[in-house]
């Protein structure tokens, strides 16, 4: 059963150009959560997808944006690219389906690296 | 807003020692605290979780207890292995996890010497 992918695994962009970042949820899932980690911080959440609408949103800029197709997979995407960007974004599934609240546990990709220069 | 405070790393233990990792939260609701870890090079993976006041979370020899009263979800270990080194992350949210983001903590870099 193969876990949640991301790709790439490292990504070097210039400032002010666009990005789009890949992930493949877990077999099963149908919710996926991206988040932004800075170097030596913890994640930040930027926002949460489900039945292919944005469900929940962190305090991240319009410049952040994501989509999730009928596969339940989802694209992050980032415009005008600032230095500050540059960060390992993750991407993390879950199935929150019914009852049991142990089905609420979301799993993480790896991640990719993003390099802004 | 909701936020998770850990201890400062990097903590460093001989192999066998006692382990305690701080965790405080401050939130407006009654959310559910969890423990991540990720390894080097890899992503991070669930440790424990409680989902209400005076729960007790364990795995792997991991165990925290939700304490309300000073909010609190202290991670512990009785005897720490080389193979426990990688960083710890305490987090909270308010659906268990899954049907919303979690808030972290900047993480807690764990090194053990054998």
């Known amino acids: 059963d193969a876990g949640v992918t991301q790709s790439p695994t490292h990504l070097i962009k210039t400032r002010g150009q666009q990005v789009t970042l890949r992930c493949s949820p877990k077999s099963g899932h149908d919710t996926v959560s991206w988040y932004q980690q800075a170097l030596g911080q913890g994640p930040q959440f930027i926002f949460q997808?489900?039945?292919?609408?944005?469900?929940q949103r962190g305090n991240f800029p319009d410049r952040f944006s994501g989509h999730q197709f009928p596969n339940y997979s989802s694209e992050l995407n980032v415009n005008a690219l600032l230095l500050g960007d540059s960060a390992l974004y993750l991407c993390?599934?879950?199935?929150?389906?019914?009852?049991?609240?142990?089905?609420?546990?979301?799993?993480f990709g790896p991640g990719t690296r993003l390099t802004v220069t | 807003g909701d936020s998770v405070t850990q201890m400062e790393g990097p903590v460093t233990l001989s192999e066998e020692a006692f382990l305690t990792i701080n965790c405080t939260y401050t939130a407006t609701g009654y959310p559910s605290l969890f423990w991540y870890v990720q390894y080097p090079g890899e992503g991070l993976q669930l440790l424990l979780k409680a989902t209400k006041a005076d729960d007790k979370g364990s795995n792997k020899g991991f165990e925290a207890t939700y304490r309300k009263e000073t909010t609190s979800f202290h991670l512990e270990k009785g005897s720490v292995q080389v193979s426990d080194s990688a960083v710890y992350f305490c987090a909270l949210s308010y659906s268990g996890g899954g049907a919303d983001g979690l808030t972290f903590g900047k993480g807690t870099h764990l090194i053990i010497q054998p």
């Open positions: 993390a599934s879950s199935h929150p389906g019914t009852g049991r609240i142990d089905r609420y546990e979301q799993y």
């Open positions: 997808y489900y039945e292919e609408e944005e469900r």
